[in-house]
């Protein structure tokens, strides 16, 4: 079991970054993929998730409406867009598989990619 988190960097206010999580060792279609971050100082927080199928997804209120999670089920992908960042998106940033393909509880994680925001 693998997952392999890319895509950060550093930004500034307002820009954009994409998140990609690669996903190896299970069945693609089968897990729900959530991202989660963690801010220095701070407890890790959930972002966003997507269901074993893509077709649903779930945001926290902090990011609605700037960031999207999508997955490409045949590459066993899923991305994280995140527009419209701001400093306070700073933190590293985690994707995690729930292997029972709810969204519920996250048994592996990836080993995060940072994101800074400056502004």
């Known amino acids: 079991v693998q997952l392999q988190a890319s895509g950060g960097g550093s930004v500034q206010a307002e820009g954009s970054l994409r998140l990609s999580c690669v996903v190896s060792?299970?069945?693609?279609?089968?897990?729900?993929v959530g991202w989660f971050r963690r801010a220095p100082g701070k407890d890790r927080e959930f972002v966003a998730s997507v269901n074993r199928g893509g077709d649903r997804t779930y945001n926290t209120d902090f990011v609605e409406g700037r960031f999207a999670i999508s997955r490409d089920i045949g590459k066993n992908t899923v991305h994280l867009q995140m527009n419209s960042l701001k400093p306070e998106d700073s933190a590293i940033y985690y994707c995690?598989?729930?292997?029972?393909?709810?969204?519920?509880?996250?048994?592996?994680w990836g080993q995060g990619t940072l994101v800074t925001v400056s502004s």
């Open positions: 060792g299970f069945a693609s279609g089968t897990i729900a």
């Open positions: 995690a598989v729930d292997s029972n393909g709810l969204g519920e509880v996250y048994h592996y």
